[in-house]
């Protein structure tokens, strides 16, 4: 039920009390609270079919006392301090952050957050800066062929450089195996770009994006 990018944002996940946003089928909130892992959570969801599954998934596991299903957009569904921890997986980099930015209100009190974006995760790394919040672990996984990156952050102060935002502090630093296969193949995909439009003066502003990008990734990654 529960595959291995979940069971590794369970590991992250501190404290008595979690939200998990765009929960889907609640499997995430279902295995921590059965595995007693915590003792309470709020699985949200903004569309109708999946907070239905959620409620139902929930009721079937006898958790409708500990897991309160609710639908709502992004943060509005939990109440300042209401919980110790927030997830948020499985979406866009950019929706994440605006889901960050939109409920900041929400994080005053500074909950842990475990963020799994499928892809653009600068973007949240951006938000949370301003958020006033720190990474402080930061992982890769790759489940069926995708590859997924997974971010811890708490409440702190952090300045990141232009590769650092990109490629994440931590996963930077430590470029493995997963990183590099993820990495060296946006690399070679940018380098065709590259290629197709080299010689096209219309594509001049593209061009020069584009090599920005790779000398970013000349300069940041040992591939
Ligand atoms: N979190 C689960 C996971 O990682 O497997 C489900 C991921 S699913 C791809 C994304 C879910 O987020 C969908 O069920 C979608 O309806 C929900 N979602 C998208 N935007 C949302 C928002 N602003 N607030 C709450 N849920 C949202």
Known sequence: ???????????YVKG???AD?????????IHLVSSEQISYAVAGEIVDGPFQ????????????????????????????G?????????????????ILLTGSKKLADKPRLILQSNIHSAA??????????????????????????IMVAEAGEMQLSDAEMKFGPYLLKEQNETFNEKWQ??????QRIEQTIIDKPAQQEKLQE?????????????F
């Open 124 to 149: 949240v790394r951006n938000a949370l800066m301003k958020l006033g919040y720190q990474i402080i672990a930061e992982d890769i996984i790759k489940e069926k062929k995708h590859i997924y990156e």
């Open 53 to 80: 599954a959620a409620a139902k998934n929930v009721a079937s596991h006898g958790l409708s006392g500990r897991i309160s299903v609710r639908k709502g957009s992004g943060l509005e569904v939990i109440e300042k």
């Open 21 to 29: 946003i765009g929960s889907d089928h609640a499997y995430l909130p």
């Open 185 to 190: 193949k946006e690399y070679l995909h940018l």
């Open 16 to 18: 008595e009390r979690m």
């Open 82 to 98: 209401e919980v110790d921890c927030i997830t948020i997986c499985g979406m866009g980099g950019p929706l994440i952050s605006d």
């Open 210 to 222: 584009i090599e920005a990008q790779l000398k970013l990734y000349q300069e940041a990654i040992h």
């Open 1 to 11: 039920m529960i595959g291995n990018r979940l069971l590794k944002v369970a590991e």
